[in-house]
């Protein structure tokens, strides 16, 4: 049975990964395929599912610092979307219930608004996934879409307190107790090394997380939430976050493929979930407006709100509890599964192309903004800079320090952590915070002096993208990109950039050139 469910979730990856779709398009068409065909779900698979999505919790807390949770951006934006958006969307059901569509002509004003409610979140697993695989979780609209969901996190653990009666034990205060073990935390992970240890630690925490809020009464994940952000100051968070991404892919297949085994849906099932579907392009212009009220950037709010524009898979949990208490009918479960998958097919495509949509639209999107926008996006031009790198991560950090011993300040570096700039800043480095796919960003750069902009970001596509809008803000200098395969070198070359460099076949090329500077000093020596 096993192997069953890895093989279709594998064929059916590969035919959407073949036509150029997110794989995990492909996952949630194999969980329903499966089901059609009479297979049913097993604990092993609810198991992994759950285990995926504790470790993408875990995960989500290691990029995140509680100051970023209290920024007025992210708790008004989601608390204002959560409270308009179930009082429209109850409104347009119940308006759909006097028009006698199926499933919406037995809903009342409550269950209509509980229906609101559900749909009201974002998926915290479509939304990790895209940002991850576009490289955008430190970026300035990647963080923000990441508060907001970790927001709606904190409303769901509310929610479920007041809708099952259960309130936490007593001994749930006691987990303010783990401010005072932190140390001891940080100091069993400054020993575990970087084999593999580092991933099990992180799955023995991210778990033991989840267990120890679940036995006092707390919703378990925002444990595993909790102690990720517990760690997130530490050096090696980035470290333990990339040796889990595979473990916690892995585990997630479980959860897109669970999806599918909700129930079989009817014509009329799937007409209704594609009308709910069809109602995300409100969700976005709720996200929009209140994003760029709140003084954000038109880009900033545009790319947020679009890829928050997505259902949960909490909804599924509130519409199941639902059913359970005789509120809703157990159809609309199989409904609102079948919309969240949709959500995620939709989202997943438009995302892609979501930097070639603000191109195109980017007047129109500005002009939404407010005459201030928030300090922290304001852009700081770098001074006598000739060369520029693009991407301060390990390859960028080192390709920084050898240029700069080489002709000092002159050369800048640019990043979207703002986390990673402030300490190079700290060190006296000339960096500063910028998003290489940020069109506005190259518009407002005088590049006239730069002779050199390395692009050091890990995926090929990101710095296809940089380098189309350098040219189109007129920057006459050389590009330089790196990639990590011969095909992705092939395709940047093609793409007008000057030199690819292959990350891997050439660092030995590199190491064996310095090597060879011993024998020949110990030669010159013996001369």
Known sequence: ???????????CGLAVKLINLPPLIGFLSAGFLLNYLGYQASSVLDSLADIG???????????????????????????????????????????LGVLSLPYFDVLDIRTAALLGFALSFSSTVCVMKLLEESGEL???????????????????VIFLVAATGHIPSIWALGLFGLLLIRP?????????????????????????????????????DLGALILGILLASHSKASEMNKSLMNFKDLFLIGFFLSIGFTALPTLEMIGMSLLITLVILLKFTLFFVFLTKLKLRGRTSFLSALILSNYSE??????????????????????????????????????????????NNKETIRGFETADCLPEDVFTQPKNAEVLIVGLGRVGRGAFDSVKALIDHRVAGMDADRNRIKLMQESDDNVFYGDGEDADLWERFDTSKIQLIMLALPIAED????????????????????????????ILLASGIDNV???????????????????????????
């Open 1 to 11: 049975m096993e192997f069953t469910w890895i093989l279709f979730a594998f064929v």
């Open 53 to 95: 999505i504790t470790l993408m919790l875990f995960s989500i807390g290691l990029k995140l610092h509680v100051k970023d949770l209290l920024k007025r951006e992210v708790w008004v934006s989601t608390l204002s979307h959560m409270s308009i958006w179930t009082l429209l969307f109850g409104g347009i059901a119940l308006l």
């Open 138 to 156: 430190k970026t300035r609209h990647g963080q923000l879409a990441l508060g907001i969901l970790v927001m709606q996190d904190i409303v769901a």
């Open 184 to 220: 001891v935390i940080n100091k069993i992970v400054d020993n575990v090394g970087h084999g593999e240890m580092l991933p099990l630690t992180g799955i023995v925490l991210a778990l033991g997380g989840y267990e120890l809020f679940y036995l006092v009464g707390v919703k378990g």
């Open 314 to 359: 909490f909804g599924l949990i509130v519409v199941a509890l639902s059913v359970s208490n005789g509120w809703l009918h157990k159809e609309w479960l199989v409904v609102l599964a079948l919309a969240v998958s949709f959500s995620f097919v939709i989202t997943s495509i438009i995302y892609r192309q979501s930097h070639r949509l603000y191109r």
């Open 463 to 490: 710095s296809i993208n940089v380098s189309i809008q350098l040219r189109k803000a007129n920057y006459q200098g050389h590009i330089a990109a790196i990639a990590r395969y011969q095909d992705e070198r092939d």
């Open 501 to 527: 460099f292959n990350v891997y076949t050439e660092a030995g090329t590199g190491f064996a050139e310095e090597s060879l500077t011993l024998i020949r000093t110990t030669e010159n020596t013996m001369a």
